[in-house]
């Protein structure tokens, strides 16, 4: 039966493809030839064509009056990196089945991927009974026992359940509240559900109002965002993958079950090719679909072009950022084989908690100080800007408060003096700020900073790689190693000029190819050439993601004692929580400068141990213009005008109004907005209580 090509589209489950479609009819006339995405595409009546993935390319948005379309339809189109956070709107329609709410819902491994709904009834399960509006958990579909399932849980008495839905359960379910707030692409990608519009909210548009925005000036209501998917397809007689936007008028007809989908070419991606076993390998390939960007190799592999494709193994790489006080930073991925040469620089360390997770046995931390702290114990030393020390080793000391002697962890250090050295104990739960103080003139190999320091680092290129051609990280100030990653790759080299082999990542490079039945002429691999990569934001931030899931967390840093200082106590909103909604303009940077605030002691409970955490962003920030205090013979020597040049700096610095977010602004917004939720429902119940 035939249908629109948007309707077959916005109800296909992507676990069905590929599926192989006839063009029936449409605007078009037969042999008509029409420019889609830089290609040209024929879709001519009874043409046929292979559908083998679609992704959302952008929303329709309209705006929504209770629930509904607005009496003023206009309809504007939002680009996926359309700035702005959203709170999704609970869907009143309810699914039928467990097997619907998997078809038409994203559940995946990440914490957008687990949807919550409940039931207005019980659900009596072998061994344990769900009751009427508890809210259920879906994390992933697996098969249990011959049959598949949902992998579920619910939360009672602040104890997580754990049990299994049948896909064949049925009943009326309906999706919970959901109080996070998201970006779009987020929405698109995990909250719109198959053959489903999505209400969402506007919270925050991240960005002031301009001409160029095609939402009303002030606008903080409702928006029904209607999905328009880009269509990934082969057809018969070309090598290359076209892409088709669903909402083109045309109608199709599904006969996968009866057509012989092997004549089609069967593009695989690199993570399909990096899926076949090491015994295929090496394989002779032809591009469908190269990738973007001037760097080589990427520049070499355009469509059409014969590649050799030798092996796939796992490569380590650093991670890097490029050391600066505003956003955004450049990212890179370095090689272990980078033959240039690097000279250290100095470390910034927020608390006194980074410099103990710093110290090294090979050599004694030298910082200086770049922010004072007034002890509240005689028995602690108060910091003065300027001071320096050398770290020692972490301790437990006793203090006195209240005329009662409490045990604290303490670091014990020397201070610097003119002409002698003084021990004393730092508290751990000190915010203060610290730079290290350089006496290695040294050049290091990349290789030789991972075998003899523990990372993250500080350095700068002093002699650039001379075995490429254009050496991108001579040009970068300074570098902080975060990390070493492990990642996939594949080893290339060019069918008709194997003269060397390139090393390309599976995971971040779009890249489809065709394999060819040719045998391979060369089976050792010549020259290998590994290049520095220059990743996106959102590629840097899925890096650290994947690897932090194969690590154990950092320790949390030791908590301030609670006796020490009355902790402060935030204020219950007198609003409702769609009033907590309403954010100010600049939220962002409030958000931030309240998070790094001497008096807000939660922060004290972050792990500001993790080098792109927002407190250590905004410390890095803050004492960006304070590096030249390093120079010891001028470290006594700062006068009050200096550090009135740098407060200055910084509120000048606060000023700024970001337009660019990234992913640690948004979710240190999730939580605060997610601490003020819970807090206003506390009071509320504890206000009936008192009824």
């Known amino acids: 039966?035939?249908?629109?090509?948007?309707?077959?589209?916005?109800?296909?489950?992507?676990?069905?493809?590929?599926?192989?479609?006839?063009?029936?009819?449409?605007?078009?006339?037969?042999?008509?030839?029409?420019?889609?995405?830089?290609?040209?595409?024929?879709?001519?009546?009874?043409?046929?064509?292979?559908?083998?993935?679609?992704?959302?390319?952008?929303?329709?948005?309209?705006?929504?009056?209770?629930?509904?379309?607005?009496?003023?339809?206009?309809?504007?189109?939002?680009?996926?990196?359309?700035?702005?956070?959203?709170?999704?709107?609970?869907?009143?329609?309810?699914?039928?089945?467990?097997?619907?709410?998997?078809?038409?819902?994203?559940?995946?491994?990440?914490?957008?991927?687990?949807?919550?709904?409940?039931?207005p009834e019980d659900i009596k399960l072998s061994n344990f009974t769900i009751k009427n509006g508890e809210q259920i958990t879906f994390n992933s579909v697996e098969e249990v026992n011959g049959m598949m399932a949902v992998n579920c849980g619910v939360v009672r008495n602040n104890q997580s359940h754990s049990f299994t839905l049948p896909l064949s359960q049925e009943?009326?379910?309906?999706?919970?509240?959901?109080?996070?707030?998201?970006?779009?692409?987020?929405?698109?990608?995990?909250?719109?559900?198959?053959?489903?519009?999505?209400?969402?909210?506007?919270?925050?548009?991240?960005?002031?109002?301009?001409?160029?925005?095609?939402?009303?000036?002030?606008?903080?209501?409702?928006?029904?965002?209607?999905?328009?998917?880009?269509?990934?397809?082969?057809?018969?007689?070309?090598?290359?993958i076209v892409h088709i936007l669903s909402d083109l008028d045309v109608e199709v007809k599904d006969i996968t079950d009866c057509y012989d989908i092997s004549s089609f070419l069967q593009p695989l991606s690199l993570e399909d090719v990096f899926e076949r076993t090491s015994k295929e390998f090496p394989m002779v390939a032809e591009i469908m679909e190269g990738p973007s960007g001037s760097q080589k190799p990427f520049n070499l592999l355009h469509t059409g072009k014969e590649i050799i494709i030798y092996k796939k193994y796992q490569a380590t790489r650093v991670l890097a950022s490029e050391i600066r006080s505003d956003s955004p930073k450049r990212h890179f991925l370095i090689p272990l084989s980078y033959k240039g040469k690097f000279k250290r620089r100095p470390r910034e360390f927020p608390t006194a908690y980074d410099l103990e997770i710093a110290r090294s046995e090979k050599e004694q931390l030298h910082v200086v100080a770049t922010k004072a702290f007034d002890s509240p114990h005689k028995e602690l030393f108060s910091l003065s800007v300027g001071d320096q020390f050398l770290v020692q080793q972490c301790q437990t000391s006793e203090v006195l408060y209240e005329g009662r002697k409490k045990v604290v962890d303490v670091l014990a250090c020397e201070q610097i003096l003119s002409d002698t050295y003084k021990k004393v104990l730092l508290p751990m739960y000190m915010e203060g700020g610290f730079v290290e103080v350089i006496h290695d003139k040294k050049q290091y190999q990349l290789s030789e900073i991972c075998k003899e320091f523990r990372l993250p680092f500080n350095a700068k290129v002093s002699v650039r790689d001379l075995s490429v051609e254009e050496d991108v990280l001579a040009a970068v100030p300074g570098l902080h190693f975060e990390e070493e990653i492990t990642d996939s790759y594949l080893l290339i080299g060019s069918g008709s000029n194997p003269v060397e082999s390139?090393?390309?990542?599976?995971?971040?490079?779009?890249?489809?190819?065709h394999l060819l039945s040719k045998d391979v002429q060369t089976v050792v691999p010549p020259a290998?050439?590994?290049?520095?990569?220059?990743?996106?934001?959102?590629?840097?931030?899925?890096?650290?993601?994947?690897?932090?899931q194969t690590l154990h967390p950092p320790p949390r840093p030791p908590k301030k004692p609670t006796t020490l200082a009355p902790k402060p106590v935030f204020a219950v909103p007198k609003h409702g929580v769609s009033d907590v909604l309403q954010v100010p303009e600049n939220f962002c940077v409030d958000t931030i400068k309240k998070l790094c605030s001497n008096q807000a002691a939660d922060v004290s409970e972050l792990q500001v141990s993790c080098q792109n955490d927002l407190v250590h962003c905004e410390n890095k920030k803050d004492m960006a213009g304070k590096t030249t205090l390093v120079d010891t013979s001028v470290i006594k020597g700062v006068t009050n005008k200096e550090l009135g040049n740098c407060e200055a700096e910084k509120e000048k610095e606060e000023e700024h109004n970001y337009d660019y977010v990234d992913e640690n602004i948004i979710e240190n917004i999730r939580k605060v907005f997610q601490d003020a939720t819970v807090r206003n429902k506390h009071a509320v119940s504890e206000g009936r209580r008192d009824i």
């Open 1 to 119: 039966m035939a249908c629109t090509l948007e309707k077959f589209i916005h109800s296909l489950d992507p676990r069905a493809l590929p599926r192989v479609l006839q063009i029936q009819s449409g605007i078009y006339f037969q042999g008509s030839i029409y420019e889609m995405f830089g290609n040209e595409c024929c879709l001519s009546t009874g043409e046929v064509i292979k559908v083998i993935g679609f992704k959302i390319n952008k929303l329709i948005a309209s705006i929504c009056e209770n629930n509904e379309v607005s009496r003023f339809p206009a309809k504007v189109e939002l680009p996926l990196n359309f700035p702005g956070l959203y709170k999704v709107v609970a869907d009143k329609t309810p699914y039928v089945s467990i097997e619907e709410i998997t078809r038409k819902v994203s559940i995946g491994p990440t914490r957008f991927g687990h949807p919550c709904f409940y039931s």
């Open 171 to 240: 009943g009326k379910f309906y999706e919970c509240e959901d109080d996070q707030i998201y970006t779009l692409k987020e929405i698109a990608e995990w909250k719109i559900p198959k053959c489903r519009n999505r209400i969402v909210k506007l919270s925050n548009t991240l960005h002031m109002w301009d001409s160029s925005n095609p939402l009303p000036e002030n606008f903080d209501g409702c928006l029904i965002l209607t999905p328009v998917y880009e269509v990934q397809a082969v057809m018969k007689f070309r090598k290359d």
């Open 502 to 513: 390139w090393e390309i990542p599976v995971y971040r490079l779009n890249m489809s190819v």
């Open 528 to 548: 290998t050439k590994a290049i520095v990569e220059e990743i996106s934001e959102e590629q840097y931030y899925m890096v650290r993601r994947y690897e932090n």
